[in-house]
């Protein structure tokens, strides 16, 4: 039984050697990285212990040094033979061209020398089969397997190179080996032959300049032992990673929020522009006629005066998602629109509705900065005044333009005019006019753009947001390619065409099950990992090693927090203790480790004989991890609102009534409480506006269950379910404690069972 497991392992491994010698043009990086590969294999401990495998490990490694080394004059070309079954797919991955392929190939390559050769090489003997056009192929070959110096080694009746061909060193080499130890040396050498993580060299790089600020010593030797520390224990922690299956886990990043747009046409009000399906036609213009006169015009400024009345109004200026263009989010109204032309969200803040709803919070809410008036609705009109002022518009005998001295009918046809081709062109000459006035000399300011020789151009060419800080990327895994293309590296697929198609592939199931275990390979190797909100539905994430608790709302903030250089300088303080036990030990005690009767970690009971080791345990052990974040996360129970806010979080009962703690004030709607959080002037800490409008979102759905559930957060860390009219138990939060057996018997026949798992429902 064994004898027949032991031939099928080396059959099976055999096998597999055939099928991966491939048609190559070998570069020098892929022989230095294979080599690299080999060299680590040699040198792992498991193989050092098996002398078989050392010995054919030796042996192979000498034959190859001997091949590669060899000084060959004139020679172009070099190729291993493949097989005709490889599939187009295989063959892209290895760089690989069919055989029948190849005499074109060499022949192309082989006009760059006059004298190169073309060339086979046996490995068995070490000897180069040197081919020409006056003898065929096989035969070439066949005269050498028939010499006297190959075939005392491994005799053959003919070779076909269409079919898998075992290399004849392999196969020797393997057949040779002692029955009593090659099983159990093979499964443990194909367990431990993985390729080495190694380090980003940007966050190398990074983590350098950070070890020569704290190290007492910062010579160059210093900062190399450093540097191989931390590598030793980054690839400890990366072979813990690689043995759990996340597959189990991934509900905890599934993405609460894919798409600005799809959120918007649920929950908002629809733009009356249909700025969302035709963003990309929209921007066609006429063409100038051929004999007319380019006039090139800088538009920066008149945006920005766009942009400031928007800002007074109280409106998020943020990044959609799905276009990746500027887009606008009036939380006092509930109202959501793409940039464009401006027309949406200019005749959105002239509209009574949103100067009505606007004063009405500001009025309530005494701590938003705002000028002291007894009315907010006339000062808000007289913001909206100021700026058609601005424009050239005035309102002496009726509506006037004095930039285009013509007359306006209505004040409904005030936007559409501010926002026609020649009056922006006018206005856009008066400004620079006047800047040129100012300052003869000077050149255009950076804020003012490039000039455009229209409106429409210009607002297709700016407000794209850069690729590293787009949360899309991110999030997905993706990588620009090109102009047009992006990667997804998790699906292993190239996107072609406009943002949209990026768009739709990130939102298949596929995608997102892809996506998912990357995720959390990346933050556990980052030693980072997700959790649950206290008082709320949902996930957050939060960094294990960092001494401040640092807990962020979205993947892509936790995967800014990794080069961040809060985060690295805990690194460089981790390793500092750990080489200079002499120094602050400070980053140890944070990170739960003892130092009173020697080096023990409080989380697991374990001891260690010096600092190194320690810091090795913080840095490398999964579970160590595991546990620092579940501590952290049971001394800083909250909610959603404490997580994005930094530390203020916010009461409620039963998501209808909300209480700022350190203001004390209390508001009875999302809207109020959101434009409280953003606007107010006493926090410390206040989130991006693509976290505002995720945040607003997150409120909505949590508010939906934590008024079914009559949930009641009075006090922190300390939530009442009002179905069990209790306290939630040790080690439960609002997700856990509705799919409890304990709730579910109190909700009876009322209980509707709603799926935790945001993936299920994308």
Known sequence: ??????????????QGVSELTVLSFRKLDEVK?????????????????????MRYLKNLDETHRKIFLKKRDDVEVEYIFTTEKKSSLQRQRFNSLPVSEVPELLKAELLTSE????????????????????????ESLQKHFNLEVHLPKLKRESIDVSEPVLLPKMSRRLSAMEGGENTAGLDQLIQFVRPSERLDKMFVGKLETSLIKHLPDNSEASIDAAIRFYQSAYQKLCQEVSAIDFSVLTSS???????????????????????????ENEQTTERPVKNQVKKYRYYGPIENLIVKLLLNHKLLTLVDDRTGKLAFFCMACEYYTLRFRYDSVLNHVFSETHIHNLSCILQSDKHIPFPNDNSPMEKIKELNLKFLLNHGITEVNGLNCGLCKTFIESSDNIIMHILDENHLGRLSDKLYRKMKANNPDGPVPDEWGPKNLDWAKFLASVGKPLNNRDHVVIENFIRPSSKIANYCSCCDMTLKGPRQVLFNHIRQKKHLRNAAPHKLSLLYKNFCRPSEYYASFGNFYVCSICPKYIALPSFAAIVEHFDSPEHIETVSKLIRVALHPETDTQ???????????????????????????????????????NSSVEAKTKANKGDVISVYMKGNYVLHNDGATFKCVPCKSVFNSIRALLTHLVYAGHFEHKPSAENVFRFYLEMKHNVNMLARNKYDYYDFGMLKCGVCEADLEEGENAKRHVVSPRHKENMGASYVNVSMDVSANE
């Open 1 to 14: 039984m064994s004898d027949a497991k032991d031939k099928g392992n080396i059959d099976e491994l055999c």
């Open 33 to 53: 990285r294979l080599a690299n590969h080999f060299r680590y294999v040699m040198n792992h401990p498991i193989t050092q212990q098996n002398k078989v495998i």
């Open 115 to 138: 004298n190169a050769k073309q060339v086979h090489i046996c490995t068995d003997c070490d000897v180069e089969i040197e081919l020409n056009d006056e003898e065929p192929l096989m």
């Open 253 to 279: 990043v599934a993405p609460i929020i894919m798409s600005i747009k799809d959120n918007v046409n649920q929950n908002f009000t629809v733009d009356a522009n249909r700025n969302f399906e035709n963003d």
């Open 587 to 625: 980053i140890l005690e944070s990170n739960n480790i003892s130092i009173n009767d020697g080096f023990k970690c409080e989380l697991c009971s374990e001891t260690f004989s010096d600092s190194g080791e320690s810091v090795k345990h913080v840095l490398s052990s999964v579970d160590h991890q």
